[in-house]
């Protein structure tokens, strides 16, 4: 009966977990204001969903030239021109660098890591930003992160590994970062969309402490079968 009750409310944790956790979606379920997809499966490569990612981490780590690419795929926010687009240290949200500006056009941008002092640089400057970084889009004074935790549970932002994909719309990216814009906003996730290569994404902290409660869950029954 203890046994049954454990597992009961492992289940009742997860149900809860869903239900404050935006539903899965696709990379190719990103509309444009006028309905229109953002994007098209022309290789018939099947979905790309949002894996729940909360930050990145860094692969391109050769000791030489540690770098990732970020290309301003689309803007399609009434706040487009004053939005800026950057990365922030996991372990310190005060670190912050700046990658796009709210008027760049579609385009690249390079942003290099200095490995042995902790660093990475664009041409907007330079922060304290390790291997591992969430994204933020800022207007004005509001701030919105990767991290719903850090926008009071809001996801503002849906992040989608498409490293499979040979797809030429996503320009060699490994994930699309998209962003929605207002806090109290339509969640179409399409005000701000930015492809990000050489990086992987990081599941939030909350899906590896569930899955870690689902293999202690597994060990209790077998322990219990056991005995």
Known sequence: MKMTSNLLAAGLLAGTFSMAHAAPMSVFDLKT????????????????????????????????????????????AGFANINSFGIYDVQDTSQMLQVFSGGDASGGRQVEFDLGAGTAETVYGTANIGTSFGFYLQR?????????????????????????????????SSLIVAFEDLIDGDFDYNDLIVGISDVKAVPEPGTLALFGLGLLGFGMMRRSKSA
């Open 33 to 76: 204001d006028s309905g229109n997809a953002v994007f098209s499966d022309t290789l018939g490569e099947g979905d790309f969903f949002d894996n729940g990612a909360t930050f990145a981490t860094l692969q391109d780590t050769d000791g030489t030239q540690d770098s990732a690419g970020a290309f301003l795929l689309f803007e399609f």
């Open 140 to 172: 004005g004074d509001n701030v919105f992160y990767s991290d719903a935790g850090l926008n009071g549970g809001v996801d503002m932002t849906r992040i989608f590994d498409v490293t499979a994909s040979q797809n030429t719309a996503f320009y060699g």
